[in-house]
């Protein structure tokens, strides 16, 4: 007879979640490539529930969401070309749907019952739990990254980073420690976009350090996941495992601490 195969219940993945160092009360921005966890029994739900099971009612799960339109509507200078304006749908956080290549995991925090999800499109983060309404609200337009962004609030409330299978070079919260960073010769972009509002669609362009590429020349194009595991070497964070999907947690403002001087000290002056 043929072995059955090992499935994976919320109860396994908040054992794993605990292991690893995730505690109540954290407020945690995650990112998965689920399909590395394993056969789990509800999806990747069972996954946010886990997360939430550990967390309690005093925890917060974000997850980064950018937006997805599905195809680039944009110019190279940041205009949406003529010929799809009319056609391009007003961003609303109430219905804009997470982009794609964030992965699955991405998508059901930003659906789930309760979710709140900041304004700023392209960097536009959804959160569940406690504090969703404190780190989302009132997101900066321009410079998304940065100052009162969802990103510093989670450093200043002593938040968490978890990559469940995740590349490394994918933890979008190093983009506040390319804003926060001193570097010469920052690369910037303006994009329009359009919004919602009870007025009807409001187009706006935006200002931000361009986050689709290192933001000054030197770096390699993954270069975020150098900076972490140069981050866990130190004996910072935490590996482990979620499932079968080896996995990291780290603290929000260690590693944007550490990226900073890491950036500074090879292309600052």
């Known amino acids: 007879m043929s072995e059955t195969p090992r499935v994976l219940t919320r109860s396994d993945l908040a054992a794993d979640l605990r292991r690893l160092g995730l505690a109540e009360g954290?407020?945690?921005?995650?990112?998965?490539?689920?399909?590395r966890v394993g056969p789990v029994l509800g999806g990747p739900d069972a996954l946010v529930d886990a997360m939430l099971d550990v967390i309690g009612p005093q925890g917060t799960v974000l997850g980064y969401q950018d937006w997805e339109l599905s195809v680039d509507v944009w110019d190279d200078d940041g205009r949406v070309v003529e010929g799809l304006r009319e056609h391009v749908p007003p961003f609303d956080p109430a219905t804009a749907r997470p982009a794609r290549d964030h992965g699955?995991?991405?998508?059901?925090?930003?659906?789930?019952?309760?979710?709140?999800?900041?304004?700023?499109?392209g960097a536009s983060v959804a959160a569940v739990g406690a504090r969703a309404e404190e780190f989302t609200a009132d997101h900066?337009?321009?410079?998304g990254y940065g100052e009162g962004s969802p990103f510093a609030r989670l450093v200043a409330a002593g938040g968490r980073v978890l990559m469940?299978?995740?590349?490394?070079?994918?933890?979008?919260?190093?983009?506040?420690?390319?804003?926060?960073?001193?570097?010469?010769?920052?690369?910037?972009?303006?994009?329009?976009?359009?919004?919602?509002?009870?007025?009807?669609?409001?187009w706006r362009t935006v200002e931000e350090f361009d986050t689709s590429r290192p933001v000054v020349p030197g770096p390699a194009e993954d270069y975020f996941g150098q900076i972490v595991e140069d981050h866990l070497a130190t004996?910072?964070?935490?590996r482990g495992r979620i499932g079968d999907a080896d996995s990291v947690l780290v603290e929000a403002a260690a590693v944007v601490a550490f990226a900073v001087a890491w950036l500074e000290s090879r292309y600052g002056r």
């Open 140 to 143: 900066p337009l321009d410079y």
């Open 235 to 238: 004996g910072a964070g935490r």
């Open 164 to 202: 469940v299978g995740a590349p490394l070079d994918t933890m979008t919260i190093l983009h506040h420690a390319e804003h926060l960073a001193v570097l010469p010769g920052k690369r910037r972009i303006r994009v329009e976009y359009p919004f919602a509002t009870p007025e009807g669609t409001r």
């Open 26 to 35: 954290d407020a945690v921005m995650v990112h998965a490539a689920f399909g």
């Open 104 to 121: 699955v995991l991405a998508s059901v925090i930003g659906t789930r019952q309760g979710v709140r999800r900041s304004g700023n499109p």
